[in-house]
């Protein structure tokens, strides 16, 4: 019987979110089939513009203490903006969970995998395996400011960034931890100290002062603005790109960008410092997503690429310490990309779906992942 089992909540929200969730379920349970462990699921039809429109809210009451009792959360994507306004569905419901949870790790790999083409030229994979790591809580994204003298000609608007030591310290130790673990074990730090004159030299003094705690891990600093650049130009030069909730918003999406379709990105929302002995109201679980929204354009039409919910679900799994299972869903990914690639090339079968210039669906390229899957032990 399984060593170990875990209790995920399901929330598809909206959209594709509800069409790329299924599948994903799938290769994530043919894992756990293979590797031996149970994946319990509690499936909630919350935070979605659906469940908005029957209750008037997108999250009931007790949403808090439902997702406390999860180990981790599995979410789709949040939004129907022909009927709900943006800052209603998504702070009602996502980064409710980032505050509420203290999810102040986003972290977002940018890998170019084969068989996806990028929209930079003559790149392959070894070009372009990255992660970059957003804090996801302080800094620019603060609600600390004004307006002063509105409507006259002394109007005024001010927004101040906020920096604490303990915010700022958390991501920029949690990136080097990350480098150390990677073989290039090399660490890129986002900043702007030549405009902005008071916060971001603040960050580079504690990207130095936490960095002689990893004499093995080598650092890099880049002003955001040349930073941009390099990602489109010399992509191959990162290994884990560290910034503060603003740069790191930018390039969090920049990356992904580079590496084909926005379709395959996962992210996590993570909070490594709760500890799995808490319970009740003071546990904080993280959050496992695409990078993509509900996409109005395509939903319904059953072919959203799967490849970003499942990918997601990779991160999921190995955040739960369930290594090996991690590994097989990866290789699951990058095998079946690059082979229905090639037959693509071939003008044989074509599973892989229209954002990677193919004819397939999300159900044909989902199960062509799970049954790879389930091939591995
Ligand atoms: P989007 O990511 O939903 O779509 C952008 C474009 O990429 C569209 O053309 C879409 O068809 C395509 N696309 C996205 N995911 C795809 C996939 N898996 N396969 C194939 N093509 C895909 O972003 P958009 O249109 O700006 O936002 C739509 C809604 O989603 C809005 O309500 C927005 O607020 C919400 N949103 C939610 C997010 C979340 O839940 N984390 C993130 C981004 C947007
Ligand atoms: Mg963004």
Known sequence: ??????????????????????????????????????????????????????????????????????????????????TVPDHISLWGSLLLFRREFDQYINLRPCRLISGVTSPLANRDGKHIDFVTVRENTEGEYSSIGGRIFEGTDRETVIQNTVFTRIGVDRVIRYAFELARSRPAKKLTSATKSNGISITMPYWDERVEVIGKEYPDVKVEKYHIDILCAHFVQRPHIFDVVVGSNLFGDILSDLGPACTGTIGIAPSANLNPSATRGESGDTWMPSL??????????????????????????????????????ANAVMGAIERVLKVSRSAQLRGESDILTPDMHGKGTTEGLGRAIEEEILKSS
Request: hydrophobic fraction near 40%; aromatic fraction near 10%.
């Open 288 to 325: 496992f997503e695409p990078v993509h929204g509900s996409a109005p354009d395509i939903a319904g039409k059953g072919i959203a690429n799967p490849v970003g919910m499942i990918w997601a679900g990779q991160m999921m799994l190995e955040h739960l310490g369930e290594k090996d299972a």
């Open 1 to 82: 019987s399984p060593s170990h089992s875990y209790v995920i909540a399901v929330l598809p929200g909206d959209g594709i979110g509800i069409e790329v969730m299924p599948p994903a379920l799938r290769c994530l349970e043919a894992a756990a089939k293979v590797f031996g462990f149970h994946l319990e699921w509690r499936h909630y039809p919350w935070a979605s513009c659906t469940y908005y429109h029957q209750h008037g809210k997108m999250l009931p009451d007790n949403w808090k203490p439902l997702l406390q009792a999860c180990d981790a959360i599995y979410f789709g994507a949040v939004g129907d903006p022909a």
